[in-house]
């Protein structure tokens, strides 16, 4: 079965220091793993999208993640933190599963970044 | 392109009435997926609906319905409203084949 793990319920960086936010993910088979951002009282934008292509995925506004297969990892990181950058993320996993009832996407329970000035 | 679109954005109803959300996928998208995102619960999914069917259910209750029109619009219907329905309920669609699906910006319900 297929789970995700968000290691931190919250991080709190200051303003153009790294950003490292944490998943692991459980899989059976080579998944599609996603990262989204949720601004207070808005949707969830896609940040960036791992499809086997390449392990290391750049997304938008300066994020990037690298993909572990070894690790079961799909870690978040920015090198300089913004105060835009304060969030709610979430790690996310593909399942694909057409007529089950988890749906096609299996959220983390996502980790509130806070930036300090 | 358009973004996915949800109307309206916050509604407030009582407890025992009913409430339709409303849902525009991106222009050439085939699928809807609906979300209810609590403080205690996170991102649940409820339904996914392509070309007219539903295709996935989540574990909720019957009071929870939806349907998607021939032009891929989709609305989630809540009946007999309680207190814990108050959430913010987030539509996602995609093209049906992948995976990556799009957000909107939700609709707030609270129920009093």
């Known amino acids: 079965a297929q789970s995700v793990t968000q290691l931190d319920s919250h991080v709190s960086v200051s303003e153009g220091t790294p950003v490292l936010l944490r998943c692991n993910y459980s899989?059976?088979?080579?998944?599609?793993l996603f990262w989204y951002v949720q601004h207070p009282n808005k949707g969830l934008q896609l940040l960036l999208k791992?499809?086997?292509?390449?392990?290391l995925v750049k997304g938008i506004n300066g994020f990037e993640a690298e993909f572990k297969k070894s690790e079961t990892s799909f870690h978040l990181t920015k090198p300089s933190a913004h105060m835009s950058d304060a969030a709610e993320y979430f790690c996310?996993?593909?399942?694909?599963?057409?007529?089950?009832?988890?749906?096609?996407?299996?959220f983390g329970k996502g980790t509130k970044l806070s930036v300090k000035p | 392109k358009a973004g996915v679109t949800q109307t309206p954005r916050y509604l407030i109803k009582t407890r025992g009435q009913q409430v339709t959300l409303s849902c525009s996928p991106i222009?050439?998208?085939?699928?809807v997926s609906w979300y209810q995102q609590t403080p205690g619960q996170g991102l649940q999914f409820l339904f996914e609906y392509f070309s007219e069917t539903q295709r996935n259910k989540g574990n909720f209750p019957g009071r929870f319905s939806g349907r998607q029109f021939s032009n891929s619009r989709s609305e989630m219907n809540v009946s007999t409203l309680e207190l814990g329905d108050s959430a913010l309920y987030l539509c996602a669609s995609t093209t049906g084949n992948t995976d990556t699906q799009y957000f909107g910006p939700g609709t707030r319900l609270t129920v009093l």
């Open positions: 899989s059976s088979y080579s998944p599609s």
């Open positions: 222009s050439g998208h085939r699928s």
């Open positions: 791992y499809t086997s292509a390449a392990t």
């Open positions: 996310v996993v593909s399942v694909l599963n057409y007529g089950g009832s988890q749906g096609n996407l299996i």
